[in-house]
């Protein structure tokens, strides 16, 4: 008994003193002052949110808001609840989030509505009622719609195409396939969609496909890969067949997986938003709804250096993406 | 069953390892009280726990494991598998989530029953085992769902198990303060417990002596699985979601903790409360750590540094103990005139 007497002191020292900061977190709660944001990554270390963070932190500084910025550093499925939760109980005012798991998250954010702490998503939503806004980089219509033109002008407008895309049923890549099938009926008579294959979201499989592609279709004028592996996997498959340049490709990547084919004129154009611009975008308007200047059912938003921004429902959408080719893909690191 | 160690010449109750941890604990509290925001509070304090009920749990029943002198890496990927069959009972099988609870509690006794099987009925080292069964469980979950399916949408009276209060407490504290009281009287008052220390003490010995050896290994392992099963219930619960990744890295998480608690990994040696106050500083050392606002962003990378020091440090402040302890006791048991009196 004589050992544990020191113990249970040292226990109740540290029990007393966990009472002290309550009434220092109620002197924080009130008055106006710097606002604090936290800004949520799916993965810290991926190049796409370091780019993410760099937007956000410039629209930060210019709005003198203070910015957090942390996220998972592996695949742990409860860490962006537990980041979120520690937020809450840390007091700050708003929280933007790009969401891994659509349904878990929600529930944290949930939390976070209910201590007060105004929600704004970006890239990938969470479930409607645990955000006031998502920041959406591009709507289905406006990828679809870039893809296609981009395809008829390296085309002349005219000859055979296929495109390559992850999966035949993946949500987000068939609602581009519709819209990409649509903007061809309606403007391009002289194009003609020849197949579409899946590759599974995996580069080897995309060469594999594209390789398939140029035997069967010896008109093939131009691949269009719609999900990112399949960008790189296509060019491989054209430079291999020797067809760099008379067969075109283009697609939906990251600049940085297809520099090197893009220098060697394998590859004609990378369609992307400009990630910066998401990160600028999301600090700025995750700050105005904090002060209660953007409210839901607002139609127009002022980006500030983005220009006037389009708000459709509850999306904030960021533009039409942009297209990487020769002359600016150096200019970005994601 | 005693060592000598515990016979008279036990370090002075300030050297015990137990004490040096609640000191560190100490030491971190009055820390981030004065430097991180809002770290007190009743809700941070409710977050820290939440958050390491799922680790907190298998470093419990790890603790018994690492007594015998085995190991058990199996148990994040079985929280994970675990966590997929709990979803596929209740979605697909349409059980209601009790009835699935009750399936995922069944699915991690039966792997912990394969781990236990393999070790004792095939003498096969616990290392290979579960480093078989780590990779085994995982991919099981993963080809269950596809590695991408996730089980969602759970009734509100479930998910109130890992998201409620009751009693002013995170509802799961309850579920793990239970845990651990049975584990700490298995360890602690029962013959079991000393028969563990016995194992990892000396296995042959232990064996000679009468000591159903391998059944008590069995009974090791086994806990384990079930109470990773249990772990999976609470993390569902608590994240909401169940997918194939729960749990991922949890078991160094949980062989960390009870390292730093104090059990030798070699066994033979250990406590539960050293293994819970090891839980309790890693976990106040990370959040802490995420609340002072100027390194947030690196928190993380700070955290998983200096958990590492910490346990270097433990670790190296043990052995420099013992040595030190040992060196006086050869001193004293020399005539008192040849040697000058120890500082």
Redesign the interface.
């Known amino acids: 008994m004589?050992?544990l007497l020191?113990?249970l002191a040292?226990?109740a020292?540290?029990f007393s003193?966990?009472?002290?900061?309550?009434d220092?977190?109620g002197a924080?709660g009130g008055g106006a002052k710097k606002l604090t944001i936290a800004l949520l990554p799916k993965s810290?270390g991926n190049q796409y949110f370091v780019n993410v963070e760099k937007g956000a932190r410039e629209a930060a500084q210019e709005l003198g808001v203070?910015l957090?910025?942390?996220g998972p550093?592996?695949?742990?499925?409860?860490k962006q609840?537990?980041?979120v939760?520690?937020w809450?109980?840390?007091?700050v005012d708003a929280i933007a989030a790009a969401c891994e798991?659509k349904?878990?998250i929600?529930?944290a954010l949930k939390?976070a509505q209910a201590a007060g702490i105004k929600v704004v998503t970006y890239d990938s939503d969470a479930n409607a009622d645990a955000r006031t806004f998502f920041v959406n980089q591009a709507t289905a219509e406006g990828i679809g719609h870039t893809l296609m033109d981009e395809a008829a002008r390296l085309t002349g407008g005219e000859g055979e195409f296929a495109i390559i895309t992850a999966t035949l049923t993946a949500a987000n890549m068939g609602a581009w396939r519709k819209t990409i099938e649509a903007r061809l009926a309606e403007k391009y008579p002289k194009m003609k969609l020849v197949d579409t294959k899946p590759c599974d979201d995996q580069k080897d499989k995309a060469q594999q496909e594209a390789a398939n592609l140029l035997s069967a279709y010896p008109n093939l004028k131009c691949i269009m890969a719609i999900c990112s592996p399949a960008v790189p996997g296509t060019a491989e498959a054209v430079k291999q067949a020797g067809k760099a340049g008379a067969v075109k490709v283009l697609g939906l990547g990251l600049p940085s997986e297809n520099r090197a084919y893009v220098k060697e004129g394998v590859t004609q154009s990378v369609i992307l938003w400009k990630v910066q611009d998401l990160g600028y975008l999301t600090i700025k308007a995750t700050a105005d709804v904090a002060k209660g200047k953007l409210n839901p059912g607002a139609t127009e938003y002022d980006g500030g250096k983005l220009g006037p921004i389009k708000i459709e429902g509850d999306n904030l959408v960021l533009g039409q993406p942009f297209i990487f080719n020769t002359e600016n893909i150096d200019q970005f690191e994601f | 069953m005693n060592t000598p160690r515990t016979n008279g010449s036990s370090p002075r109750?300030?050297l015990?390892h137990?004490?040096v941890l609640?000191?560190v604990?100490?030491i971190e509290?009055?820390y981030f009280?004065n430097v991180g925001?809002?770290?007190?509070?009743?809700?941070?304090?409710a977050?820290i726990v939440?958050?390491s009920v799922?680790i907190g749990l298998l470093a419990l029943v790890m603790t018994p494991v690492i007594l015998t002198g085995g190991i058990d890496l199996s148990v994040g990927s079985l929280l994970g598998l675990c966590a997929v069959a709990f979803g596929m009972l209740w979605k697909d099988a349409g059980l209601s989530p009790w009835l699935a609870a009750l399936g995922a509690l069944i699915v991690g006794t039966l792997g912990g029953g394969l781990n236990a099987a393999l070790i004792t009925r095939l003498r096969l080292p616990p290392l290979i085992v579960t480093l078989g069964t780590f990779s085994l469980f995982r991919g099981l979950a993963e080809a269950f769902t596809g590695g991408t399916r996730?089980f969602?949408?759970f009734p509100p009276s479930f998910?109130a198990l890992g998201?409620g209060f009751a009693f002013g407490v995170p509802v799961q504290a309850w579920v793990f303060a239970a845990v651990a009281l049975g584990v700490w009287l298995l360890v602690h008052r029962t013959t079991f417990g000393r028969s563990f220390r016995a194992i990892g003490f000396a296995p042959e010995g232990a064996r000679y002596a009468g000591l159903p050896v391998e059944g008590r290994l069995a009974l090791a392992y086994t806990l384990a699985g079930a109470v990773a099963g249990l772990a999976a219930i609470i993390?569902v619960s608590?994240?909401?979601?169940a997918?194939a990744?729960?749990?991922?890295?949890y078991e160094l998480a949980a062989i960390t903790a009870v390292v730093l608690g104090g059990t030798s990994i070699f066994g033979g040696s250990g406590s539960v409360h050293g293994t819970l106050l090891g839980v309790a500083a890693i976990a106040i050392l990370a959040?802490g750590l995420?609340?002072i606002?100027s390194i947030?962003?690196i928190?993380?990378?700070l955290s998983g540094m200096l958990t590492g020091a910490l346990l270097l440090l433990a670790l190296a402040a043990g052995a420099l103990t013992k040595t030190l302890s040992e060196r006086r006791a050869s001193k004293q048991s020399r005539p008192p005139s040849t040697s000058p009196p120890a500082p």
């Open positions: 004589n050992r020191p113990l040292i226990a020292l540290l003193s966990c009472n002290k900061p309550a220092r977190a924080d810290k203070e957090l910025f942390d550093t592996n695949t742990d499925p409860a609840n537990e980041i939760e520690n809450i109980t840390l007091g798991n349904e878990g929600s529930t939390k | 109750w300030w015990r137990e004490v609640l000191v604990i100490a509290i009055l009280q925001k809002n770290f007190g509070t009743a809700a941070n304090i977050n939440r958050q799922e996730a969602t949408s998910l998201n993390f608590r994240v909401t979601e997918r990744n729960a749990g991922i890295g959040n995420s609340r606002l947030t962003a928190s993380r990378e």
